[in-house]
T-cell receptor
Framework: NAGVMQNPRHLVRRRGQEARLRCSPM?????VYWYRQLPEEGLKFMVY????????ESGMPKERFSAEFPKEGPSILRIQQVVRGDSAAYFC???????????FGSGTQLSVL | SQQGEEDPQALSIQEGENATMNCSYK?????LQWYRQNSGRGLVHLIL?????REKHSGRLRVTLDTSKKSSSLLITASRAADTASYFC???????????FGTGTRLTIIP
C-alpha cells in the first residue's frame, strides 16, 4: 500500500505565475488535509477536504488559494499569482474515515523567485 | 493562534541519554498526538493519548497527559542517533477533525 504521494517534490515559480500541487491519498483514505510549513516552524492548517467537498477551509487565505478533491484523481492545491511570501513547504495528509491519525506525504517545496 | 507550544525549542543530548519534550495547549481536547519529522520529510505519527488517559507507552516512548495543566510530555529513553528529528505535538482542539500542531522541538542526538 503506497503512502501519501505528493508531486512535484520541488516547484519553482516566478512571481505572478500559478502553482499546482498534487496529492494522492493512501488507498482507502477519504479525508485529505493540506498544511503549510515555514522554515523552523510548525505546520499551519490550511484546508480539509473529503471527496468533492470542502469541509473546513478556515486556514486558507481568502484570495489566490483554492483546493479541490474530485471524485476521481488527486487532490489539488492551487495558488494563483504567487508571491514570494508563498514560498514554503506544503504538506498533504490523509486519513481513513473515523481515524484520528494522519498519514503525511513528503511535501512539496515551493520556491517563488 | 497556535494551539500547541513545545519546549524546549531545541535539545541536544548524548546518545543513550533520555530526552524529554513538553507541550502545552490552550483549550479542551479529546486527544493529543505526537509526530516526528526528519529533515525535509513529512511527519510520522508516533503515539496518541486520549483525554481520559494519563500515561501511555510505545517501545522507547512514554507520553504523559495532564489535562488540568493542559500539558503533555514525550520521553524518549535510551536515545539513538536515528532519533535526531523534530518532534511536534498536535491536538484536535480546532474541531472539524483537523489537527493543530505545535511549534516543535528539534532534538539532536550526539553519537
Amino acid at each position: 500500500n503506497a503512502g501519501v504521494m505528493q508531486n512535484p517534490r520541488h516547484l519553482v515559480r516566478r512571481r505572478g505565475q500559478e502553482a499546482r500541487l498534487r496529492c494522492s491519498p493512501m488507498k482507502g483514505h477519504s479525508h485529505v488535509y493540506w498544511y503549510r510549513q515555514l522554515p523552523e516552524e510548525g505546520l499551519k492548517f490550511m484546508v480539509y477536504l473529503q471527496k468533492e467537498n470542502i469541509i473546513d477551509e478556515s486556514g486558507m487565505p481568502k484570495e489566490r488559494f483554492s483546493a479541490e478533491f474530485p471524485k476521481e484523481g488527486p487532490s489539488i492545491l492551487r495558488i494563483q499569482q504567487v508571491v514570494r511570501g508563498d514560498s514554503a513547504a506544503y504538506f498533504c495528509a490523509s486519513s481513513p474515515r473515523g481515524s484520528e491519525k494522519l498519514f503525511f506525504g513528503s511535501g512539496t517545496q515551493l520556491s517563488v523567485l | 493562534s497556535q494551539q500547541g507550544e513545545e519546549d524546549p525549542q531545541a535539545l541536544s543530548i548524548q546518545e543513550g541519554e533520555n530526552a524529554t519534550m513538553n507541550c502545552s495547549y490552550k483549550t479542551s481536547i479529546n486527544n493529543l498526538q505526537w509526530y516526528r519529522q526528519n529533515s525535509g520529510r513529512g511527519l510520522v505519527h508516533l503515539i496518541l493519548i486520549r483525554s481520559n488517559e494519563r500515561e501511555k507507552h510505545s517501545g522507547r516512548l512514554r507520553v504523559t497527559l495532564d489535562t488540568s495543566k493542559k500539558s503533555s510530555s514525550l520521553l524518549i529513553t535510551a536515545s539513538r542517533a536515528a532519533d535526531t528529528a523534530s518532534y511536534f505535538c498536535a491536538t484536535d482542539a480546532g474541531g472539524n477533525e483537523k489537527l493543530t500542531f505545535g511549534t516543535g522541538t528539534r532534538l539532536t542526538i550526539i553519537p
